[in-house]
């Protein structure tokens, strides 16, 4: 495993990271529960010393299932990333609140704390921009519970540059969590600006929900509220076509090496200075082993320029 200092959080974290909003098994496709957790031992195991969760993934079911996942001694191997302002699931009109209260925030962290069972969250995010709070008030209550020792860093996820500048008048911003991979590079220019203060990225989308596997070459057929449908825009056109064509070059430098695609896509992320970690979801041990393997190796730089060319061709 490879690993990249946090400047501002002064700490060493894992180039790859355990995502686990697909094993709160809602709108996710399918997850077994017991393959889940074998498969987060199986990264921890090989090195990876960071899980990210969100009461959001599932009304906490994903918080709980991490929780289990980490007994055993397993927690004093990794960092525990997690997240709130957006709550643990839907109002009654099916839209999902933001509230970046002082209010939320204590709560939230006692709640997270709780499905967790630990004493203290390592990285605790803002998952969402609440417009009807200020930020400085959210700031201060982070500020407050890293005093009382329930957290150690302050994160921000979603937020731009602007959003990120005003909650630094009044809190040091430790991360940033945002969507990036080789299908989806719009936060590239917040990503170099951010490494240039110190704040260090976790990178979520790692594999473009799935499609950098190679394993979907068809238009999928699953539930049209699926998450990878709905949030994500890759299985739809033009961007799915486009999607496939570059799997193309993708599978000629996998040739090359006797690598899978997925090695070729963390690689080609991790591989920038300004990508702290890639987060990436697992399902099964199998996908765990082969994720981690990624970093047994690397692109070179004539491999990496192929890669650049065509996605620079298909503007994706």
Same mark, same amino acid.
């Given at each position: ?9 002064? %700490? ?17 496709? &399918? ?19 960071? %899980? ?6 599932? /009304?906490? %079911? ?46 939230? /962290? ?22 009807? $709070?200020?930020?400085?008030? $959210? ?35 430790? %991360? ?41 070459? &068809? ?29 193309? $070059? ?19 992320? $991790? ?15 199998? &996908?765990?082993? &082969?994720? /981690? ?24």
């Amino acid at each position: 495993m490879r690993y990249k200092h946090f400047e501002n959080a002064n %700490v060493d974290v894992s180039e790859l990271s355990i995502g686990t909003w697909a094993i709160g098994g809602a709108r996710y496709g &399918e997850v077994n529960e017991k393959d889940s957790i074998a498969a987060i031992h199986e990264m921890i195991d090989s090195g990876v010393n960071l %899980v990210d969760t969100a009461p959001a993934y599932n /009304c906490g %079911v994903s918080e709980q299932i991490v929780g289990r996942a980490l007994k055993g001694g397993y927690r004093d191997k990794v960092f525990i990333s997690t997240k709130f302002g957006i709550g643990d699931g839907m109002d009654k009109s099916g839209v999902i609140p933001r509230d970046a209260s002082r209010k939320a925030c204590f709560a939230e /962290c006692e709640d997270s704390l709780r499905r967790l069972d630990v004493d203290y969250i390592d990285f605790y995010y803002l998952h969402w921009p609440d417009v009807n $709070t200020p930020l400085a008030e $959210t700031m201060d209550a982070m500020l407050e519970l890293k005093k009382q020792g329930k957290i150690r860093f302050i994160g921000l996820s979603n937020h731009d540059q602007a959003a990120i500048e005003e909650c630094m008048k009044t809190a040091q911003v430790d %991360v940033v969590q945002l969507s990036y991979s080789m299908v989806n590079e719009s936060e590239k220019a917040l990503m170099q600006w951010a490494a240039g203060k110190g704040i260090s990225t976790f990178s979520y989308g790692s594999l473009g929900s799935g499609i950098l596997t190679g394993a979907i070459r &068809e238009m999928p057929n699953w539930d049209p509220l699926d998450f990878r449908f709905t949030f994500y825009d890759f299985y739809r056109e033009p961007k799915f076509s486009k999607c496939q064509e570059l799997l193309k $070059t993708m599978d000629e430098i996998a040739a090359q090496n006797g690598k899978p695609l997925a090695q070729i896509a963390l690689n080609w992320s $991790t591989q920038k200075d300004y990508v702290g970690t890639a987060l990436c979801g697992i399902r099964n041990v199998q &996908e765990a082993k &082969e994720n /981690c393997a990624a970093f047994d190796w690397k692109l070179t730089a004539e491999e990496i320029a192929i890669l650049d060319k065509k996605l620079a061709e298909l503007k994706i």
